[in-house]
Every structure is written in C-alpha cells, then in structure tokens.
C-alpha cells in the first residue's frame, strides 16, 4: 500500500501541531501525543504498513513547512516527535495483535492435543492454521535433554529446516510439556522422517516418537498419545533408538493389557530369582541383556562387562532357580515376555 492509499484521516491535525510546535519551540503535549499514538494503533488495527504511513506524514510535512512560522530545526524536532509517537501506538497495537495470535494459537494447540473442544468447532480452528481434521494426521514427538518453548533455538532451527525443505505443506510445528512436535498429514511420512532427523540433530541425541496416521478431527490426539506413549516405553525398556515408531511398539500394549495377568506371569516366572544373591535385579540384568543380544552368549558377556564363563553361570543359576532354561526355546518365549513384563511394571523395584 502508497501513501496514496492511506486515508488522511491517519494524519490529521499533524500539519497544525508541526506549526503550532516550530512556532514555539515547545515540545508536543501529553494530549497530542495520545492522539498520535491513538491514530498509530488504529492505523495498524487496519493493517496499514508503517512505511506508507511514515511516508504519509512526511507528505504532509512538506506541504506544511513552507508556510509553518519557526527554524527548520524546531519544525523537524516537532516531526520527530508526532511520527515517534504514531509509530509507538502502531508497534503497540501490533505487540497486541502477536499476543492474541500467540493465545489463540496455544489455545488450538491445546485444545487439538486433550481433545477438549467440539470437533466440529476444533475442524473449524483448525482451517486457520493449515490443517484439514477431515483428513488423516500423524504427530511425530522429539524429546531432549532440556525443555523447550517455541522461541528456543532448538524449535526455531527445527521448523526453519523443515520450511526450507518442504515449504507449506499443511504442517504444524509447536512445542508441548517441554517436547518438539510436527503435525503432519497422514500420507506424507517423509515429513515426519525429516522432522525426526532435524529434532534428532538439534536436540544433539534426543528421542522421536511418531504415532500412527489416524483419521478425523480426533486423530491427532491419538496419534499424538500413541507418540507419547512410545516415549515412555523406551524409557522403561531402556530403548535406545532415535527414532520410535508407534506400529512398531505395538506389541507391548497387548502385552500390558492385562495388567493382572502379566502381573501374574512375571512372579510365576521371575519371582524365584528374589532369593538369589544379592536379590533378583543382577539375574534379571542378565536375562535383558541376553535376550537383547539375540541370546548370543557371547554378545551379552560383552555387555555386562562379564566373561563367558561367568554369564553361562548366571544363566545357569536363572535355570535352578526358575526350572526355566534361557538356552531352551521352549522356554525362552515365556521367560522372555516376563522380562518384558517385569521392565514395563518396573518389578522388582516395585511390589506387584
């Protein structure tokens, strides 16, 4: 927009201050720098551009300085002045309006990730902000070291990658309980791979999470759950991975469905190991890391810091103990799922 185009109202009473003002010297009132500012505000309320505005006033400076009575120097003081003050009521007005888009944004985002407000409403929001709930969304969830907010450096240099890379593809990048999130639709999971890579990166060795594509207004909120959820898991399995995909993890809801029964499972099984030496968790540690290791002997001695000869011991003692051979297939399975069991329960750290 020209300084043509800005209404002359925004300028108003500007030439009779300039005279008035470089006629005595004096410095603008109180009330003409409330005017200023006042228009300055309206001025941006109205979403004209301050360059056109500025450029507005100084038109009218000009076409008032050759009648105006006063040195050069007391007229641009005076201007100094009136174009000063418009400009803090435009910024003003303008700090106003990022801090409303701020609120309501975190307001959606919110609303998006709890679930807490009408579908209908939320799809309606959602439309503001790039997102299509009608379609299929998945959320990817990386976690650091420390918390972060949107204007830290590590969301900021995220979300600066991921524009350079794919522009405006109905992304929305946010932060949430300290975490880095992308939301993303469905069908475009090299999004969330590259989100993941980015995150990955500039949380210097943190953890992504991403959920399974889900479908309508409420399918961010599972996705974004099923992400969190993968992140718990990893940090109770003690799951090294950068990147988690929520379809991959499935398996250990199932296992943790029944709370009761699994329960039961890991102190039929594991429970004996509590009158060993020095308790359960040592055996238990090497239960973990021989099946980790793909119950390769010698992979799991290498973990534990133990020789062969000592490891073939312990799991001889698990043996004894438990009437349960590792070495032995048939048993493996259950030992397995109750090693698991007991990493998800947090036994025997915690009484089941």
């Not at 579908?119 to 959602?126: C, F, P, S, V």
């Not at 949430?176 to 069908?187: N, Q, S, V």
């Amino acid at each position: 927009m020209t300084e043509r185009d800005i209404p002359e109202h925004y300028v108003e009473g500007c030439a009779q201050i300039l005279a008035e003002v470089s006629a005595t010297g004096r410095r603008l009132t109180r009330e003409e720098v409330t005017s200023r500012q006042e228009l300055g505000e309206l001025a941006a309320d109205a979403g004209h551009g301050l360059r056109a505005l500025v450029s507005a006033h100084l038109t009218a400076a000009r076409a008032a300085w050759p009648t105006a009575p006063g040195t050069a120097d007391s007229a641009l003081a005076a201007l100094h002045q009136a174009i000063d003050a418009f400009s803090e009521g435009y910024e003003r007005a303008q700090r106003h309006a990022v801090r409303q888009e701020e609120a309501a944004r975190r307001e959606f985002i919110d609303d998006l990730l709890y679930g807490r407000s009408d579908l209908g409403r939320l799809a309606e929001r959602a439309e503001r902000f790039g997102l299509r709930l009608s379609h299929a969304h998945a959320v990817a969830v990386a976690q650091g070291p420390t918390a972060y907010d949107e204007g830290d450096k590590v969301p900021q240099q995220v979300e600066r990658a991921l524009i350079s890379r794919f522009g405006d593809r109905s992304i929305l990048l946010t932060t949430k309980d300290g975490r880095t999130l992308c939301i993303a639709p469905g069908h475009q999971d090299e999004v969330l791979a590259y989100f993941a890579k980015q995150a990955h990166a500039a949380t210097e060795g943190g953890q992504v999470a991403i959920g399974r594509a889900q479908p309508g207004p409420g399918g961010v909120v599972h996705s974004y759950e099923e992400a969190l959820n993968a992140l718990e898991l990893a940090e109770r399995l003690d799951l090294e991975d950068p990147v988690l995909r929520a379809a991959d993890l499935l398996v250990y809801p199932v296992l943790t469905r029944d709370r009761q029964a699994m329960a039961d499972l890991v102190l039929n099984s594991l429970g004996p190991l509590t009158a060993a030496r020095g308790g359960a968790e040592p055996l238990l540690g090497t239960l973990t890391a021989y099946f980790d290791s793909g119950c390769v002997a010698a992979e799991a001695a290498r973990r534990l810091s133990l020789s062969v000869r000592a490891l073939t011991y312990r799991l001889e003692r698990i043996h004894k103990l438990t009437g349960a051979n590792p070495a032995d297939p048939a048993h493996r399975y259950i030992l397995q799922t109750a090693v698991i069991g007991a990493r998800l329960l947090d036994w025997p750290a915690k009484e089941l």
